[in-house]
């Protein structure tokens, strides 16, 4: 059975940051490609970042290059986050999922609960 455990949301400044966490169970992030998704109220999920071999090729939606960083601890079968000069668009649900990549950009497993980012301006 597939878990992913999202953590480390908040409120938060415009220009401020956050570093999100995804420790995942049933299934090993080295062997998956991983990605980050949102959802923000209103609209569809997503993704926004993906890390697509351990051995470095990423993908980062428009909206977020440049300011945001995926990486993983394969030791620590976890996912990372880093959120830098955080806008209030950015506001929304962050969700990790393993990424389809036969079926891009769709997520794998059963979604967690995801967790809340808010920026305030």
């Known amino acids: 059975q597939v878990q992913l455990v999202e953590s480390g949301g908040g409120l938060v400044q415009a220009g401020g940051s956050l570093r999100l966490s995804c420790a995942a169970s049933?299934?090993?992030?080295?062997?998956?490609?991983m990605g980050w998704y949102r959802q923000a109220p209103g609209k569809q999920r997503e993704l926004v970042a993906a890390s697509i071999t351990s051995g470095g090729t990423t993908y980062y939606a428009d909206s977020v290059r440049g300011r945001f960083t995926i990486s993983r601890d394969n030791a620590k079968n976890t996912v990372y986050l880093q959120m830098n000069s955080l806008k209030p668009e950015d506001t929304a649900v962050y969700y990790c999922?393993?990424?389809?990549?036969?079926?891009?950009?769709?997520?794998?497993?059963?979604w967690g609960q995801g967790t809340q980012v808010t920026v305030s301006s």
């Open positions: 999922n393993a990424v389809l990549m036969g079926n891009w950009p769709r997520g794998q497993y059963n």
């Open positions: 049933g299934i090993i992030v080295s062997r998956n490609a």
